[in-house]
Nanobody
Framework: EVQLVESGGGLVQPGGSLRLSCAAS????????MNWVRQAPGKGLEWVSS????????YYTDSVKGRFTISRDNPKNTLYLQLNNLKTDDTAIYYC???????????RGQGTQVTVSS
């Protein structure tokens, strides 16, 4: 059974930073593309970032390029998302997810809330 457990969210002021983590189990993590997706209040799921199994290739939606960094630690079965220079529009529940590149359709965890507010 695929299990994904996100953590690291919180309340932060605009311009602040957070580091999200996702602990994965129940599937061959190191062989899978992984994604971060988010859902803002009242909106649908939005793809944020993808990383290939080796970690060499990374992809970002335009609104987070230069501010967010995706990474993974395959021996620890853990996915990360470093969020810098946060904006109020980044407020959302953030999920790690399996699936293909840029996908919002894979298995997701329960999510972690990120709130950016002054």
């Amino acid at each position: 059974e695929v299990q994904l457990v996100e953590s690291g969210g919180g309340l932060v002021q605009p311009g602040g930073s957070l580091r999200l983590s996702c602990a994965a189990s129940g599937f061959p993590f190191s062989a899978n593309i992984m994604n971060w997706v988010r859902q803002a209040p009242g909106k649908g799921l939005e793809w944020v970032s993808s990383i290939t199994p080796s970690g060499l290739l990374k992809y970002y939606t335009d609104s987070v390029k230069g501010r967010f960094t995706i990474s993974r630690d395959n021996p620890k079965n853990t996915l990360y998302l470093q969020l810098n220079n946060l904006k109020t529009d980044d407020t959302a529940i953030y999920y790690c997810a399996t699936g293909s590149l840029r996908s919002t359709l894979g298995n997701r965890g329960q999510g972690t809330q990120v709130t950016v507010s002054s």
